[in-house]
């Protein structure tokens, strides 16, 4: 299983934009990389999902190298409301189920006005 | 499109006691995850099932954990006898899937959660 490494905290303010970075040096060729967010009292919500190069939504990017052992989740002009948790995935999704996707302990993401 | 139900929300329960939670995901979904979130961690799977067949439960504690996913759909998952170390959030979710000549593409939907509080 593929283990993921992030920046325990980060904090920046509004208006900003912000990266987090997940290493994952040993993942493999099946492996996807998926981003959730957290807050408090609630379930994990999806951000983002890529497998290669550069995907982007309505939310956030995701940016991942060329030898994939790591990525970077970038959000676009924080606000107040993107301080949560984020989470950083790696597992085999293409057998139809999250097999292996294990959730760290995350990153502390706190903007401030 | 309703989300992922879980009750109950809250319990609270005295050491040895058993405690049953449910969970109905959202309609069409194959696959469904029991996950065990205790304060200050990420959430921790305990079992997934594909359809009725249960894919994952390396790490459920099966001496007092069980679940069960009848007819694959609503699951069930019960403690017996509660610890107090068994205190924690339990997260159901279910996954929608796909895959195509772009790759593949599976998103997990969270229930609400039911807070455990063992006393």
């Known amino acids: 299983l593929a283990k993921t490494t992030q920046p325990i905290s980060m904090d920046s303010y509004e208006g900003q934009e912000v990266n987090i970075t997940c290493s994952h040096n040993n993942i493999a060729t099946n492996d996807y990389i998926t981003w959730y967010q957290q807050f408090p009292s609630q379930g994990p919500r999806f951000i983002i999902q890529g497998y290669k190069t550069k995907v982007t939504n309505e939310v956030a990017s995701l940016f991942i190298p060329a030898d994939r052992k790591s990525s970077t989740l970038s959000l676009p002009r924080v606000s107040l409301s993107d301080t949560a948790v984020y989470y950083c995935l790696v597992g085999d999704i293409t057998g139809g189920g999250a097999d292996g996707l294990t959730f760290g302990k995350g990153t502390h993401l706190i903007i401030q006005p | 499109e309703a989300g992922v139900a879980q009750s109950p929300r809250y319990k609270i329960i005295e050491k040895r006691q058993s405690v049953a939670f449910w969970c109905n995901p959202i309609s069409g979904h194959a696959t469904l995850y029991w996950y065990q979130q205790i304060l200050g961690q990420g959430p921790k799977l305990l079992i997934q099932?594909?359809?009725?067949?249960?894919?994952?439960d390396s790490q459920l504690p099966k001496d007092r954990f069980s679940a069960e996913r009848l007819k694959g759909v609503d699951s069930t998952l019960k403690i017996q006898p509660a610890k107090l170390e068994d205190s924690a959030v339990y997260l159901c979710?279910?996954?929608?899937?796909?895959?195509?000549?772009?790759?593949?593409?599976?998103?997990?939907?969270f229930g609400p959660g039911t807070r455990l509080t063992v006393l």
């Open positions: 979710a279910s996954s929608s899937y796909w895959t195509s000549g772009a790759g593949s593409y599976n998103e997990q939907f």
């Open positions: 099932f594909q359809n009725n067949g249960v894919v994952d």
